[in-house]
């Protein structure tokens, strides 16, 4: 399947704890932050999504604002070195933990980073078809290890076909992270696989108008 995943999300405190407290969307201030955070587009109200859909397509916005939470969903962010992210997005009056993840099937490529009051933390991109290492920055966090480790299956079949050239699937490696800190996972979702629902977090949809509407 050739699916795109692209999120930012602000916390102040444990976002998982915040999700699974199933938090209230608050609709209009999802809006006015993403006037904020898009200052010079202006955008009509399309189809909402939801968690679990962060595919947000070109000139369309998933965004949500909840009580010490915030998640925007905008192929934007899909970069190939997340420490390179413009700082327009890195305000750390929106939260003052923010984590980037995003993730494209077709490659096999995930990128995640994580900002503490403003400093970059770690920054990580793999791309599994090409077998790169786009950016690796800062210390591996706890739940990488067992991916980079020996331990894992891929080590102990280097001959196995398809096998990555760092002996683990980035998009393995992006479900490990998407749970670790959302508590949920990508590939393979069903209900009984992650403590939080992701289709039950919705998203406000937002259109990009083409400029000659704008006026």
Not at 159 to 185: K, R
């Amino acid at each position: 399947m050739d699916a795109k995943r692209s999120i930012l999300v602000y916390s102040d405190g444990d976002a998982k704890e915040i999700l699974k407290s199933q938090p209230e969307l608050d609709r209009e201030l999802s809006i006015e932050l993403a006037n904020t955070l898009f200052p010079l587009k202006r955008f009509t109200p399309t189809e909402d999504g939801n968690l679990l859909l962060t595919n947000a397509q070109k000139n369309t916005l998933y965004i949500g604002s909840y009580p010490g939470l915030t998640i925007v969903s905008t192929p934007a962010i899909a970069i190939d070195y997340p420490s390179r992210l413009p700082g327009s997005f890195l305000d750390p009056e929106l939260g003052n933990t923010i984590h980037l993840f995003a993730m494209h099937n077709a490659v096999e490529w995930f990128a995640y980073a994580i900002w503490k009051n403003g400093t970059l933390v770690r920054s990580l991109s793999v791309s599994g078809n090409d077998g790169q290492i786009l950016e690796d920055i800062g210390p591996r966090q706890p739940f990488e290890e067992y991916h980079w480790s020996e331990g894992h299956p891929l080590f102990e079949n280097p001959e196995e076909e398809n096998c990555s050239p760092f002996n683990f699937n980035p998009l393995d490696l992006g479900d490990a992270a998407f749970n670790e800190y959302l508590g949920y996972q990508i590939e393979g979702y069903t209900s009984d696989s992650s403590p939080i629902d992701p289709s039950q977090i919705p998203l406000v949809g937002l259109q990009k108008l083409p400029w000659w509407k704008i006026w």
